[in-house]
């Protein structure tokens, strides 16, 4: 019978067990890695942020504006939000505490964000995204790297069944020349408009180009191109962008289609696009965003920028061959003996110290020493640490190893830290040599 007391999670707030959070430390590990190699550096940003920014950067006629923000009155009485995307917290601090002046930022963030949609595969309420910013880089040449350094972490993660997408959304005055002439066609068809369409019609109309309404598509595959109407510079841009895209041997897609859902973006856009997750195919969005800065108070700073999705690449993740783990432990601590268990803590906790690079597990809870060998096999450590209480009266302990053969030793407890580590790198090697 259910428990009508038990404490449900809320909906769309997903936990990460520990059986599943090898994907999750690996993407880290390899995009911490490689986003240093790239020159970027790390800053952590605050959750909650003015309700005013969002509106502001993402767009008040977007979804995340109108539909998806967990939004709040806090007790002073100002409007806060947790949330729903990085860039504009990643701005907002660049202004805000000094940084762009003359600036050449290159910058990476991670955490959760929160967006109120429907949960499914893939897709939460809280989820989780690393996001990478470079501000003050005007050329093409930055999009380029950006685009690079992804397809390297997909090499490095050996993902392969992703796709990549581009487009270019020209400068503002270049769409607001383009927005008319979209307003004049989408008005032709006013009759077969769905209602989300029909209330961005007058305020951006962009977005109705994002639809995923299946009614809508035959009506949106008709409407004029917005790369038909690049302003002579954008144009340059973005064929200077796929040249060095193609020097550097990425494929990619030209989508004229893709517009990106966030009002901010300008000139190039791009999506990491998968048929592996079902119908939430994009896994890694970004693009350019050169009048952000200036509207949310910033001088002009040119500026791009992407964001991926943790729980969506570590769901293909899970589906590539991946590398085996390390052992959790090198030597685990069995103890016999209320004085052994006594003194176990001290003893490891100076082996710790005379050995850093070593991982010891000590049993906890007690048991008898059958089960506590069946504790240190399924460990993985490759040896056995016993204390005894006979073998601390001669001032000894017992080395057993838990993968091979080779049978079990004593050794001087003041010998211990030169011993251990010897015996771990004689274990790692084959046994027959043992």
Not at 20 to 36: K, S
Not at 59 to 82: A, H, R
Not at 292 to 317: D, H, K, N, S, W
Not at 420 to 426: F, H, R
């Amino acid at each position: 019978m259910e428990n009508k007391f038990l404490v449900q999670a809320v909906r769309g707030m997903n936990d990460v067990l520990p059986a599943n959070i090898a994907g999750w430390e690996r993407l880290e590990r390899v995009t911490r890695e490689l986003f240093a190699a790239y020159g970027f550096e790390e800053m952590r940003l605050p959750i909650v942020e003015h309700t005013s920014l969002f509106k502001r950067a993402i767009g008040e006629f977007t979804d995340i504006v109108e539909k998806e923000m967990y939004t709040f009155t806090d007790t002073g009485g100002d409007s806060l939000t947790l949330r729903p995307e990085a860039t504009a917290g990643v701005v907002r601090a660049a202004i805000t505490n000094g940084m762009l002046r003359g600036a050449r930022l290159k910058l990476w963030t991670s955490g959760p964000m929160f967006r109120h949609e429907r949960p499914q595969k893939g897709r939460y309420r809280q989820f989780h995204q690393i996001d990478v910013e470079s501000i003050g880089f005007p050329g093409p040449d930055i999009d380029a790297e950006l685009i690079a350094m992804t397809a390297r972490l997909w090499k490095q993660l050996g993902i392969t069944r992703v796709k990549l997408k581009i487009n270019s959304l020209g400068t503002s005055e270049a769409r607001r020349a383009y927005r008319e002439i979209l307003v004049a066609y989408f008005r032709q068809h006013q009759a077969v408009l769905d209602a989300d369409s029909l209330r961005r019609l007058e305020g951006n109309p962009l977005r109705i180009l994002d639809s995923k309404n299946p009614d809508m598509q035959a009506v949106i595959s008709g409407a004029p191109l917005l790369t038909d109407h690049l302003d002579p510079e954008s144009r340059d841009h973005f064929d200077t962008l796929c040249a060095m895209l193609a020097a550097a041997g990425i494929e990619y897609v030209v989508d004229p289609r893709l517009v990106r859902g966030l009002d901010y973006y300008s000139r190039t856009v791009f999506e990491w696009v998968t048929d592996a997750l079902g119908a939430q195919d994009a896994i890694c969005s970004g693009g350019r965003y050169d009048g952000l800065i200036t509207q949310l108070g910033g001088e002009a700073t040119p500026a791009i920028g992407f964001a991926m999705g943790v729980e969506r690449v570590v769901e293909l993740l899970s589906q590539v061959e991946e590398e085996p783990e390390p052992p959790s432990a090198d030597v685990y601590v069995v103890t016999a003996g209320e004085r052994a268990q006594r003194a176990a803590l001290g003893i490891v906790e100076g082996l710790r110290d005379a050995m850093p690079d070593v991982t010891l597990h000590v049993n906890l809870g007690g048991g008898n020493l059958k089960k506590q060998f069946a504790r240190a096999d399924k460990s993985g450590a490759l040896l056995a640490l016993v204390l005894g209480d006979g073998e601390l009266e001669r001032g000894v302990a017992a080395l057993k190893p838990l993968r091979h053969e080779a049978g079990q030793s004593e050794c001087a407890l003041e010998d211990l830290a030169d011993r251990i580590p010897a015996l771990l790198v004689e274990l790692a090697g084959s046994p027959e040599e043992l």
